[in-house]
């Protein structure tokens, strides 16, 4: 009895204290991280980029006048465009001026990297040189090399008068209108292509470079075992996004050097596309061969991702 009683008297046992709640995991912390950071921009694609081009699509099936009234009329804009001279003659303009551009800009921008990645005095100096076109509006670029290439008093004319050669009308024929076009954009974007490729070399470590000098490697071979297969990544992304800037960029250079002269001669696919909707109110035509150049970009991006392997370059493949 007197143990029963003693256990009846025992004090009850504490609760177990609770557990503390966990928070989310390590991998869902960083995506939540992940989709902060990238919120911003991908809200300011959405409205500014993704919206747009959809509402392109869609009113690029209809008939559309400078007063706001909307008429649908299908596929009647690409009917259209598929049958204008005019367009695929800017489109063979676009092509050929994608052609030359992008292998220039890449070869320059390639050495000017290899160039200012050697530790002189004084090369920071030059690297912002480089880059500073860059930062300036292709407005005021247009400007300045307007003036630089004018056939009566222009500087390049006249540096060429002074050592005894004629000077050429750089922006008024049609056979040199393109290429200075070409030239002065090579210009403008060497700079931030230089930069890139400059990062991409200072990511090749260094004991690469040192076992090859040790090994005997002249500058090419070392280019060419060394540089040139760890710098790929780089060049893919170069090579993707000069392409795509090459399609869709330049209107407003063209607008000032040429206005699309002479004789249609630098009227890019771009500034075609601008004439008619802003220049002949046909919003609706301009929306339809819009639409257009984006596949074509989405064509052409796809090409050189698959040709490149998506970016993965691996040795020995």
């Not at 804009?77 to 303009?93: C, G, H, Q, T």
Request: glycine share 12%; aromatic share 14%; net charge neutral.
């Amino acid at each position: 009895m007197s143990s029963v009683a003693a256990q009846d008297h025992r004090t009850p046992a504490a609760p177990a204290p609770a557990r503390p709640r966990r928070g989310p995991g390590r991998k869902q912390r960083e995506w939540i991280a992940a989709g902060l950071f990238l919120a911003p921009d991908a809200i300011g694609l959405t409205l500014f980029v993704g919206v747009p081009m959809v509402l392109s699509i869609f009113l690029s099936f209809f008939q559309v006048s400078g007063f706001g009234s909307y008429e649908w009329i299908g596929l009647g804009n690409y009917e259209r465009m598929i049958a204008d001279p005019l367009f695929w003659d800017s489109m063979k303009v676009t092509g050929l001026y994608v052609v030359i551009l992008v292998p220039v800009l890449f070869c320059v921008s390639l050495g000017l990297g290899l160039l200012v990645k050697q530790k002189l005095p004084g090369m920071g100096a030059y690297r912002t040189a480089l880059f500073l076109p860059y930062v300036i509006s292709l407005v005021v670029v247009g400007v300045l090399w307007k003036f630089l290439l004018d056939e009566q008093v222009g500087a390049v004319n006249r540096a060429m008068r002074a050592i005894g050669l004629e000077g050429e009308s750089w922006l008024g024929d049609p056979t040199l209108a393109l290429g200075c076009v070409i030239a002065v954009m090579v210009w403008v974007m060497m700079g931030y292509y230089m930069i890139i490729f400059l990062a991409g070399l200072q990511e090749i470590p260094k004991e690469y470079y040192e076992a090859a000098r040790i090994d005997g490697a002249g500058p090419w071979t070392t280019f060419r075992t060394i540089t040139w297969p760890l710098l790929r990544p780089t060049s893919f992304f170069v090579l993707l996004m000069s392409t795509v800037a090459a399609i869709t960029g330049g209107l407003d250079l063209i607008f000032v050097l040429t206005n699309g002269g002479p004789a249609n001669g630098t009227s890019l696919a771009i500034f075609y596309i601008y004439q008619q909707a802003f220049g002949f109110g046909e919003y609706g035509y301009a929306s339809a061969m819009g639409s257009f150049l984006v596949l074509i970009m989405v064509v052409v991006s796809a090409v050189i991702f698959k040709l490149t392997r998506g970016g993965r370059f691996d040795d020995g493949e």
